[in-house]
């Protein structure tokens, strides 16, 4: 069973623990949600220094998801050419994907 909480990367951490710890007991083991940054007052990320604080925080939370029996399922960009408004160049588009896989730079 799922539920959508497009939030729950943003939401203060007590309000985060109280969901997440409500959606697992009763049952649910999917929890999808934004981890773009568009939120209000959240800065756009800047193509060659993104707010790595940001995706700790959201990996955290994923982590926190996993040890309740809930998978996350991430939106990771928001509507047509966001990915394209943030990262202009294929440079910086395949810079994000090596770096955000794990993969080693050429």
């Not at 409500?22 to 060659?48: E, M, S, T, W, Y």
């Not at 939106?75 to 990915?83: E, Q, S, T």
Request: aromatic content about 10%; charged content about 25%; some cysteine.
């Amino acid at each position: 069973m799922g539920a959508t909480e497009m939030r729950f990367a943003f939401l203060d951490d007590a309000a985060f623990r109280s969901m997440a710890d409500a959606r697992a007991a009763q049952k649910f083991n999917h929890l999808r949600g934004r981890g773009d940054g568009r939120r209000p007052g959240c800065r756009i990320p800047v193509a060659d220094s993104p707010d790595l604080a940001q995706f700790q925080r959201l990996d955290q939370r994923v982590r926190y998801l996993n040890e309740k029996g809930i998978t996350a399922d991430l939106v990771l960009a928001g509507g047509p050419g966001f990915l394209t408004k943030v990262f202009p160049t294929w440079e910086q588009r395949r810079r994000l994907s090596a770096t955000s896989w794990g993969a080693t730079r050429p």
